[in-house]
């Protein structure tokens, strides 16, 4: 019943751009904050960006700040990861997460291989 499903990953040049959506479908999208997270080989789990589900607040870790972008349409159900001047450094599995009280579902994840 529940999905969250990420797509847009693949493989990108080292200062290119990609743009991964999460489409997210059996709760109430609207109610939830969601937020992107990565892992890269050998790496614990991060958190890359937030947005809050009311006011649309959002917060970037320091390594993508200033070239990511999270924005959601809750018309749509969906959330959107703009990633700009991409860095080797990104390669991860790039997974969606949404949370409220008492209520927490992630993706399966998309993977982003930054390379030349």
């Known amino acids: 019943q529940v999905q969250l499903v990420e797509s847009g990953g693949g493989l990108v040049q080292p200062g290119g751009s990609l743009r991964l959506s999460c489409a997210v479908s059996g709760f109430t999208f609207s109610r939830y904050a969601m937020s992107w997270y990565r892992q890269g080989p050998g790496k614990e789990r991060e958190l890359v960006a937030t947005?809050?589900?009311?006011?649309?607040?959002?917060n970037y870790a320091d390594s993508v700040k200033g070239r990511f972008t999270i924005s959601r349409d809750n018309a749509k159900n969906t959330v959107y990861l703009q990633m700009n001047s991409l860095r080797p450094e990104d390669t991860a599995v790039y997974y969606c997460h949404a949370v409220r009280s008492w209520s927490d579902y992630w993706g399966q994840g998309t993977q982003v291989t930054v390379s030349s």
């Open positions: 947005i809050t589900s009311v006011a649309g607040i959002t």
